[in-house]
């Protein structure tokens, strides 16, 4: 009697203290009590009492129990036919395996249940960590074995760790049940009277601990935190069992069905079908039939109102729609205004364009006519935005064909003076690497030509001097120039520091060398060269150009700076 009526969040032990302080309430509310039965009947008649509904009579309590009990006994029997197993679950109104008799909360079950409630409002106020949920968990990860229960060897919902020793985590059922037995001892070092605390860190390993939701079997593929579990079973999850909201009676079914559920639910309140028409009820689905058979009269009254108001309300859309007619007339006129006005501007803007097309015309005289057949074609046939992509095509045209003259023209107007700079000097010097200069011509129209430098030396210089050459590169003006080629270079190795105790005004403290290509000199060196773009000839010049010891004030920043000065021609 005593587990049947105990709440599911009560122990034994504060089930016998509550009753024990009601038991006198019960005696003087009770007081058609025989008593002349002997105790145990008395005590069992004040039970029967105390826990039976106000509503209820001991009558149906006592009947209730019976039924109970006799199911408990057809479910537990092997030889039970299934019909009548079927009925005991039935009558008991689950559908688990597990029995209940669900029966109304007596006021000492109402009284433990609203201090509960009041406790558990004061724990969770005086901490943000929600309650551990009591569903069945498979985890993701292997669990740590600390979140287990030392008594039970179940998960810890709400972990407590005992004072005295703090040697294992026990859960507050095992405590309950341990004080039930009116045991004092800490059940792992037997002192007597022991205290328990709640232990926070425990507890927020165990909510951060990933588990698989409840319903992973029936598909849900959803996983995460033990403290996010509850709202997904409760709000998101579409594998979550519900019962049908307006008690139809039918078996549970997954969250995601409850629509499909709901349009054929006997109980779902739902409109009249003439609705429309002025029918103005709701009712339940199930007497939605009598509905239409009764009032089938008023309905057709209802829909011959309606009819009566047709030809109105014919000519109030009749007449809405022609002030539709007119106004949209005038918004399409208006667009039409607005319209001419944007073809003028495009107008102008093509008479523009025109004008500047013109004038590249004339400042890019590498234009074909096959280009100015394709801008008649694109002004002809092509509107705005496709004329606007084929006036940058052609710009681009002639912009790539304008390159083609600019470029060649600008490295004709690379003449002397010219100044290059040899960079990595001491990397090149250890590795006896060469440095080449970018070409460039003697006069604007003259000969292309390049410097060489070998910042370890070459020849004769290899090892202690700065070696400098000069090479013939195939130029754009060969044919026109005379061969081989007779002159002067003037080289200036420039003086990065500023001064110097050789500085004279015409070499202002550069070091000075002349290149003499004339008729003595070596004629490979200056003859024309007529290999592909890009080769030079054997080039002539100074093995001995400056030695390694005088380069301080030259060589800067790891660079030299050697500046063609002036190219003189035979005769001068």
């Known amino acids: 009697e005593r587990h049947l009526y105990c709440d ?24 058609s009590v025989a008593f002349d039965l002997d105790p145990k009947q008395q005590k069992y008649e004040a039970e029967r009492h105390l826990y039976c509904d106000r509503d209820n009579s001991e009558f149906e309590h006592d009947n209730s129990l019976k039924q109970f009990k006799e199911a408990e006994v057809l479910l537990s029997n092997p030889d039970a036919m299934p019909e009548q197993k079927y009925e005991a679950h039935h009558y008991h109104g689950s559908e688990s395996r597990e ?6 909360l007596s006021p000492i079950q109402k009284r433990s249940q609203a201090t509960a409630q009041s406790s558990s409002t004061t724990q969770s106020s005086s901490t943000t960590c929600p309650i551990i949920p009591n569903i069945e ?39 309950g049940k341990i004080q039930s037995k009116g045991n004092s001892q800490c059940p792992f070092c037997r002192k007597e009277s022991f205290q328990t605390i709640l232990s926070m860190d425990l507890r927020k390993v165990i909510l951060d601990l990933r588990i698989w939701c409840p319903q992973k079997e029936d598909g849900c593929p959803w996983f995460g935190r033990i403290e996010e579990s509850a709202q997904h079973s409760n709000e998101d999850c579409s594998y979550h069992l519900l019962s049908c909201p307006n008690e139809c009676g039918a078996n549970k079914f997954q969250r995601q069905h409850l629509n499909q559920h709901l349009d054929g639910c006997p109980e ?28 089938l009269h008023q309905h057709l009254i209802q829909v011959s109102e309606k009819a009566s108001q047709l030809p109105a309300k014919y000519d109030d859309l009749a007449q809405s729609f022609d002030t539709s007619c007119s106004a949209a007339e005038e918004e399409i006129d208006g667009k039409i205004t607005a319209l001419k006005q944007q073809l003028e501007n495009i107008q102008s803007v093509v008479s523009s364009l025109e004008v500047k097309v013109q004038q590249a015309q004339k400042e890019f005289q590498c234009l074909t006519e096959e280009q100015e057949k394709n801008r008649a074609k694109i002004l002809a046939n092509y509107d705005h935005k496709q004329e606007l992509r084929s006036f940058q095509y052609l710009h681009e045209e002639c912009h790539s ?13 690379k003449t002397p003076p010219v100044t290059f700079t040899v960079d990595k000097f001491k990397e090149r010097q250890g590795i006896d690497d060469k440095w080449v200069s970018l070409p460039f011509y003697s006069h604007c ?67 000075e060398r002349i290149l003499c290509l004339d008729t003595q000199a070596s004629i490979p ?48």
């Open 401 to 413: 064909q304008l390159q083609q003259i600019v470029v060649p023209l600008a490295e004709s107007l």
């Open 525 to 572: 060196g200056r003859v024309r060269v007529t290999d592909a773009v890009g080769s030079y000839s054997s080039g002539w010049g100074c093995d001995e150009f400056i030695s390694h010891k005088q380069l301080g004030e030259y060589l800067g920043g790891d660079c030299l700076k050697v500046k063609v000065v002036d190219i003189l021609f035979f005769p001068l």
């Open 8 to 31: 599911h969040g009560t122990s034994e032990c504060e089930h016998d203290e509550l009753w024990k302080q009601s038991e006198e309430e019960a005696t003087e509310d009770r007081t």
């Open 99 to 104: 029995l209940e008799l669900h029966v109304p």
């Open 137 to 175: 968990m498979k985890f993701v990860e292997e669990p740590p074995e600390m979140i287990w229960c030392g008594i039970c060897a179940e998960i810890l919902r709400e972990p407590q760790l005992p004072t005295c020793c703090g040697k294992s985590h026990l859960c507050v059922q095992c405590i």
């Open 445 to 511: 129209g003259g000969y292309k030509m390049c410097l060489t430098v070998y910042p370890n030396g070459n020849k004769r210089g290899h090892g202690s001097y700065v070696s400098l050459y000069v090479h013939f590169v195939k130029g754009e003006y060969d044919n026109y120039l005379r061969w081989p080629f007779e002159g002067h270079i003037i080289v200036f190795l420039l003086n990065q520091t500023g001064s110097s105790m050789l500085a004279t005004k015409a070499t202002c403290g550069h070091h």
């Open 268 to 295: 779902q309140v739902v409109s009249c079908p003439f609705s429309k028409a002025g029918c103005s009820e709701t009712m339940r689905r199930r007497a939605l039939c009598i509905h239409m058979e009764t009032g």
